[in-house]
């Protein structure tokens, strides 16, 4: 079992999920259900196309130009979610679908005025569907090709679309205590140390301790972190 891949695949794709079934619970209380489901099963089977065609792809890449491609790819995932959280946490803001107005924080206007089936709110959702579970299936992907534990971040990836399904549908007035800021801020630092020893990897460095050298990196990032949260408190105090 690589933990490590599994942590990782959790980590960052429950944070999607969670805002894809918020989303789509938020439309489907606003009474579109219908659209809000059709729009979601239609947004995923695109994405899943997208992935198989990108999956087949990859494999027949040589191995050098693969790990700087999957490192590129998990250190600008990694570092943007990182440099998010950090902001967030330095002045105590949340992610706009935590909120019950999800809709308005992220800025999506529904149609009120179609009768039946609401071919606008349709389109909002798969959307909205497609962005997120692209960058899922990206995230996957590259954690699959570089490690070879595809069962572990599949099954991950599983459990995060699972745990979302529970807390938003079911658990969806417990939604703002959920640290999901730190959910991202962790899978945004584990992400940047993959990526960065990948990417190493791929241009030629040696690390001294091999695989164990992610685990040194994490630790480099996440003080990384914490200084810059606190010097960044300290600017909005000042």
């Not at 990694?78 to 107005?101: C, F, M, N, Y």
């Not at 003080?223 to 300290?234: E, F, G, Q, R, T």
């Amino acid at each position: 079992m690589n933990w490590s891949i599994f942590l990782a695949a959790l980590g960052s794709t429950s944070i999607e999920f969670f805002e894809v079934v918020a989303i789509a619970y938020a439309i489907g209380s606003a009474g579109y259900v219908r659209e809000a489901i059709w729009g979601a099963v239609f947004g995923l089977m695109v994405v899943l196309s997208v992935a198989i065609a990108i999956g087949t792809g990859l494999q027949f890449l040589p191995l050098q130009p693969l790990q700087i491609l999957i490192g590129a790819l998990l250190l600008w995932f990694g570092w943007g979610w990182a440099q998010k959280s950090v902001r967030r946490l330095a002045t105590g803001r949340r992610a706009g679908w935590i909120d019950e107005h999800v809709l308005e924080k992220e800025g999506i206007v529904l149609d009120q005025e179609s009768l039946g089936f609401s071919k606008l709110n349709f389109l909002i959702m798969t959307k909205s569907v497609a962005l997120e579970a692209l960058e899922i299936v990206v995230i996957v992907i590259t954690l699959g090709l570089a490690t070879s534990a595809w069962s572990e971040a599949i099954a991950a990836t599983g459990l995060a679309l699972l745990l979302s399904l529970v807390v938003v549908v079911f658990l969806h007035q417990y939604l703002v205590k959920l640290p999901e800021v730190l959910i991202k801020l962790g899978a945004g630092i584990m992400l940047s140390a993959m990526g960065t020893f990948w990417l190493g990897e791929g241009v030629g460095l040696e690390f001294p301790f091999d695989e164990f050298s992610i685990l040194i990196l994490i630790t480099l990032y996440s003080l990384a972190a914490a200084i810059s949260v606190y010097w960044l408190k300290n600017q909005v105090v000042a």
